[in-house]
């Protein structure tokens, strides 16, 4: 990924894989949100809170390139693609301990109020993130 | 969805909660996993095997449209939309308690073998999944 | 287990699996913790609630004693072996398809307020549990 | 802790909490595996191979003593407290990030062959992990 706007240094844990001996597809999304919660909290913009509300994920399209197995060394790269109104585009990467891209896709994250309300991005939160 | 090639109900587990207080997203992939094995055991498919290998994805694509709740019944419908020389498509939708379509999508899975390698999927599976 | 006071089915999914081939150990827990809340509801006994609290592990002691592989049909049995002012023990069992005892243990739980705080089991709360 | 053969950083991700607003409590035991992986690793102990077996848990006593929150920093402790003719017995301490132990328990291991099979720990890995 060219400029990536945050990247996140992992390893898939033996908890990550299953039977198959890979990694279990589905928690590659635990260390893609450990990634942007870390991008979010080093841009000051609010990950999480019971009264703030939050950002839940509304599509997820991801390809799945090249296996992963426990104690791989991975990179998530990130990069915010475009902020709507409410909404926003993450772009990610997961790269192996090759250099190899084994995973890559976007998801499309809401701004949601306390109640899970959609809610306009503030123009603070708009400055943060651009 | 009309004409489910399969229906699967479930439960939204505690365990499947963050601390948004709703489902975390990835823990429906579980749900879904466990209605396509179902399906494909009833067809009598392989559904992973370490000789015989198994049905890694390539691509996840998913809409969340409604939040979800521990204890909420789900039922998960599932379609077998296209099969192709090595790879077939599932298309998915979790369907809430109301009857409303919570989250749908799609994925591609490749039929490999005990190796990781793409192999056809033999003429007994087609006829299975068809 | 002699007189469980709640028998919960299920199947070990592929997402509880890891690269061992066999049931990653702390996945059970999920299938323990769903038993539990079974119980509580059919008791009419609070699960959890943001506003009223709830019931967390201060102690979890398990003895795994047979592997379970993906698929395996098994029986949790549970048994509410104690109850105290504000803690209660529970004793559970998970029987596998041939009817062995797979796993065995106890948790003790204690009964907090929205805060976190320990308070004590109400009267209603004891007999509907005893 | 005094003197732990081993100390492993992690960081409470969101995806390790409930609907409660805390950690839910058996993803714990990823970061506790985690650690536990990472000193064999350093020791030149097999951790797990399809060929050569592993070191499946046979029990696992763990007392809860303080919440855990989604992006609080911890320290896994561990000692190996046992050696036995094919077991051995890991003594653990979840240490928060006022230096409180959050949580804290043994695991028994045991070692096994491909088969699932007890076999003796070897003179090689006995005198790594001594």
């Not at 299953?18 to 450990?34: C, K, L, N, Q, V």
């Amino acid at each position: 990924m060219e400029n990536p706007d945050y990247i996140y240094p992992a390893t898939i844990a033996f908890a990550d894989t299953d039977a198959s001996g890979w990694m279990h597809f589905p928690t590659i999304f635990r260390h893609i949100e450990a990634a942007e919660h870390a991008c979010l909290k080093q841009r000051g913009v609010l990950v999480f809170d019971r009264a703030e509300g939050g950002w839940p994920r509304v599509n997820l399209n991801t390809d799945f390139r090249k296996p992963l197995l426990a104690g791989d060394v991975i990179e998530v790269q990130l990069r915010i693609a475009k902020l709507g109104a409410s909404s926003m585009i993450w772009e990610f990467e997961v790269i192996n301990a090759v250099g190899e891209v084994a995973i890559s896709g976007s998801m499309t994250n809401v701004r949601v109020d306390a109640t899970g309300k959609t809610q306009a991005i503030s123009e603070q939160e708009r400055k943060a993130l651009s």
